[in-house]
Nanobody, 114 residues
Framework: QVQFVESGGGLVQPGGSLKLSCAVY????????LGWYRQTPGKQREWVST???????DYAASVRGRFTISRDNAEKMVYLQMNDLKPEDTATYYC????????WGQGTQVTVSS
């Protein structure tokens, strides 16, 4: 089926940057929708960003202008460049692939703290 390897999370100070990466295995990659959600303990998973098969993108209002989603179809990767990070961005970030059903990565922790 579909498997993911996420990386790039970590601890960063407010105002800093991180780039999350998600490698996708086992799917026909380039025609499907990919994206990112995030979740903090005790809260529902929150949508962050989506990139469609044709390359169009969409962002949650809370991250628009600070985060950039991209994909590399040849390498079967999806990325999330996060700039000007805020403490409220602290969460576990999950990549996903939409292929009739939704498949999820294992998550990578992002902590924004001074």
């Amino acid at each position: 089926q579909v498997q993911f390897v996420e990386s790039g999370g970590g601890l960063v100070q407010p105002g800093g940057s991180l780039k999350l990466s998600c490698a996708v295995y086992g799917s026909i990659f380039n025609i499907y929708t990919l994206g990112w959600y995030r979740q903090t303990p005790g809260k529902q998973r929150e949508w962050v960003s989506t990139i469609f098969g044709g390359g169009a993108t969409d962002y949650a209002a809370s991250v628009r202008g600070r985060f950039t989603i991209s994909r590399d179809n040849a390498e079967k990767m999806v990325y999330l460049q996060m700039n000007d990070l805020k403490p409220e961005d602290t969460a576990t970030y999950y990549c996903y692939l939409e292929m009739g059903t939704r498949y999820w990565g294992q998550g990578t922790q992002v902590t924004v703290s001074s």
